[in-house]
């Protein structure tokens, strides 16, 4: 996944949301306010009861470009890391972006001792599965490109956890958000999204791990707050990478799954 012009930080401040200043951020006041309630009944249904966090703990965020945009000013991992300061003062709990634009599943496998295992992480997020998909269509027209079949994908999964399980790391395993904002599955690659999301899930069953479902959270968002069925600009800025909007709605989503306090 190519990363995006740079369009990460919102060109019109103001954009109708209306904004208010808590712990030196830019908080969307009625962007939180609706989506609140609907945050906490999709997280019940999408991950386990879990604990907060811990002195010493150490969080690494796997994934490709989404990833690696969010370590920037006002990104979702920014914006993780900054919630967690606020939240336990004093304590020793590092938060690690790992992303890599264009990455798949099998570049997180030869990368994981690299960029995760060598960092003796307590907690893991996997971000993945965008590429894994949408380069089947971008193949296309890009010969140097290809995505990952549905079997690999899986089988890839499976040992990523399993080597991170054996490293006795909590793993947080997130299914792919979208390709294209438009609802009812009219986006064209929406249909093997949501087979790549159902192996995901099913890989969280049969691992044991907590599943933080994104596609579910995104798509029931998007069924609400996209009345003109665009493709873009709801919560991205490409239907794929997160606009302002969408780094917010993310990091809400992953400070509940890690159990922080807001």
């Not at 302002?244 to 809400?252: K, P, Y």
């Amino acid at each position: 996944m190519d990363l995006p012009p740079n369009r990460f930080e919102s060109s019109n401040p103001n954009h109708n949301l209306g904004y208010m200043m808590r712990e030196k951020k830019l908080i969307p006041v009625r962007f939180r306010q609706k989506c609140g309630s609907m945050l906490f009944s999709l997280l019940l249904l999408t991950c386990s009861p879990q604990q907060g966090l811990q002195d010493g703990d150490v969080i690494v965020f796997f994934g490709d470009s989404i990833t690696q945009l969010g370590v920037r000013p006002n990104g979702y991992v920014t914006q993780v890391k900054e919630s967690i300061a606020t939240t336990y003062p004093g304590q020793n709990i590092q938060v690690i972006g790992a992303g890599i634009s264009g990455h798949k599943v099998p570049d997180l496998q030869a990368r994981l001792e690299r960029d995760v295992l060598s960092k003796d992480p307590s907690i893991v997020l996997i971000y993945i599965g965008i590429n894994d998909v949408w380069h089947w269509e971008l193949a296309k027209t890009r010969d140097y490109l290809s995505g990952t079949t549905q079997e690999d994908f899986e089988s890839g999964l499976l040992d990523i956890i399993t080597q991170l399980q054996d490293n006795d790391v909590r793993v947080i395993l997130c299914t792919p958000t979208v390709i294209g904002e438009q609802t009812g599955g009219a986006n064209k690659l929406d249909k093997m999204l949501d087979e790549y999301a159902d192996i995901i899930r099913k890989v969280a069953r049969s691992a044991g791990v907590q599943l933080l479902d994104l596609r579910q959270a995104f798509v029931a968002y998007l069924a609400d707050n996209n009345p003109d069925n665009l493709y873009q600009d709801v919560l991205t800025v490409d239907g794929v990478h997160l606009n302002v909007r969408g780094n917010q709605f993310l990091a809400d989503l992953v400070l509940q799954a890690l159990g922080v306090r807001q």
